[in-house]
């Protein structure tokens, strides 16, 4: 069955620092990736999405990486700043699918 | 903006209660999801709509049914409340470039 790991439940970082996040999945080929953000008792919101012929995807102090062969995406949130707290959560969706398959998520800490 | 409004922040149910859980959407968009969030599980579906009166089941869609009269709602209903349906519900409706626009959620709580 498919599964989405994310790299860990918690991840703690020094504002200014570089945080990034890591989304892998196993039987699954996703036609694009998403990364959302949710604040705690809100809904997420949509930050990214990155496609399976594409490598990299910027936005503002944000980057995304997919790479189909080691089946993984990175989130990287450049200059962290403490409001970048929160927990992101990366999302799988297939060709001809309007389905997501979402991660659990990896809560963000960024300490000033 | 998009605005996916659901009807209630906070609600108390007690067991054996039907609870219904409505999801408004203002942006014509076809597809709507019905998820819950509970710690340590993560985003699970319950039930997802593709167009008006269309439904389909999702991973978890025992004890929970769905309507879709109009384009722009999409309602989820317990059909009898338990306790282990105390959860976190979430709408979402999907825009053109694949991207789920989520509701404020509902925290529900059966007792």
């Known amino acids: 069955s498919q599964k989405i790991e994310q790299n860990s439940e918690a991840l703690n970082i020094q504002e200014g620092k570089t945080a990034t996040l890591t989304c892998n999945y196993t039987?699954?080929?996703?036609?694009?990736l998403q990364w959302y953000r949710q604040d705690p008792g809100r809904g997420p919101v949509f930050l990214l999405l990155?496609?399976?012929?594409?490598k990299e995807k910027r936005k503002e102090r944000l980057k995304v990486t997919f790479d189909t062969t080691l089946k993984q995406s990175l989130f990287h949130i450049t200059a962290s700043q403490p409001a970048d707290s929160a927990t992101y959560l990366c999302a799988l969706g297939g060709a001809g699918s309007y389905q997501l398959t979402f991660g659990k998520g990896t809560k963000l800490s960024v300490i000033p | 903006d998009v605005k996916v409004t659901q009807s209630s922040r906070y609600l108390v149910k007690r067991t054996g209660e039907k609870v219904f859980l409505e999801c408004v959407q203002d942006?014509?968009?076809?597809?709507m999801f019905w998820y819950r969030q509970d710690p340590g599980l993560g985003l699970r579906l319950i039930y997802f709509s593709y167009d008006v009166k269309m439904k389909e089941k999702g991973d978890i869609p025992e004890g929970y049914s769905v309507s879709r009269e109009k384009k722009e709602r999409f309602s989820l209903i317990l059909e009898s409340a338990s306790t282990n349906q105390t959860s976190m519900y979430l709408c979402?409706?999907?825009?053109?470039?694949?991207?789920?626009?989520f509701g404020q959620g509902t925290r529900l709580t059966v007792v």
């Open positions: 979402a409706s999907l825009g053109p470039h694949t991207e789920a626009f």
């Open positions: 942006m014509d968009h076809e597809n």
């Open positions: 990155i496609r399976e012929n594409e």
């Open positions: 039987n699954y080929s996703p036609a694009y």
